[in-house]
């Protein structure tokens, strides 16, 4: 009769020790343990193995903190690394460093293109999309209207030089061209701070970059392909030409750039099936 009333009791200690049996049963398996020194061994033995459960999943939770710690550190790293690359190449060779106009192009389209690709590629290991929070549209927004202006200031640029007959570069320099050549830099300043950004934010929140950097590079190498221009001054038919090889080269990198992207993320489909409470747990 002990046998079964030690059966019985023991199929109602894992309700009793989680707080959901009735008082009834509560109060049966307190006088049965008080007199059965075998079922209290068995109720110490399943505290036991609670508390050894309980430290394996904080420690595995422990470990799996650690290890996203370590990608984001990483990720990190790789990415300033290669910004700050770019950032000593572009201070460091001069203007005039090539010997030609489409030497330089083709320098600031790898240049700018590597950066780009290479913090895509670096964040590509992030499966969550990036969402469409304030930052994101207004860092599209300002990235397309760095390069309507950099547009605007060629057209000023072919404009002035049709209507001065100016053929000498310094004398465009000291006039309007000085004041060209600050506004484009500026937009390079605003397209890299724009990309940086995206990047800090990505990384925050662990998620990969998306296809906005795609208008950042166009910004970027527009800007620094116009300002080329600015120091190697032509008649005004071969400028205008110029200025349209230097739109292309910087077009269709971005264009590449963006299909690679696209194709990228494709290749990876369940990445769009990462819930909501996934991208949270991985802040």
Known sequence: MKQINCDIIRDLIPSYLDG?????????????????????????????????????????LSFMSKVKKYYTLKNALGASLLLFIVLMVLLFVPQNAFNSVHNTFTFYTTLFTVLILGTFFLLNSYQA????????????????????????????????LVKSELRSPEEDLRGLGSSL????????????????????????KR??????????????????????????????????????????????????????????LRLHPSRREITADETKGGK
């Open 129 to 160: 999309g990036p969402k469409p929070t304030a930052l994101r549209i207004v860092a599209g927004i300002a990235g397309a209207a760095g390069i309507v202006y950099c547009i605007a200031i060629a057209a000023i640029q072919q404009q002035v």
């Open 20 to 60: 959901i049996c009735s008082e009834a049963s509560k109060d049966a398996i307190k006088e049965h343990l008080m007199g059965c020194k075998s079922c209290r061994n068995y109720v110490d033995s399943l505290k036991s193995a609670e508390i050894v459960d309980e430290k394996s999943d904080q420690a595995g």
């Open 181 to 204: 050549n600050c506004q484009l830099i500026l937009i390079l300043l605003l397209e890299l701070l724009l990309f940086v950004l995206l990047t800090v934010d990505a990384v925050r």
């Open 207 to 264: 998620h990969h970059l998306g296809i906005l950097p795609a208008l950042n590079l166009v910004g970027c190498i527009l800007s620094m392909n116009y300002r080329c221009l600015l120091y190697m001054m032509a008649d005004p038919e071969t400028l205008a030409l110029l200025l349209t090889r230097a739109t292309v080269m910087a077009a269709v990198p971005g264009i590449v750039t963006a299909a690679i992207i696209l194709v990228t």
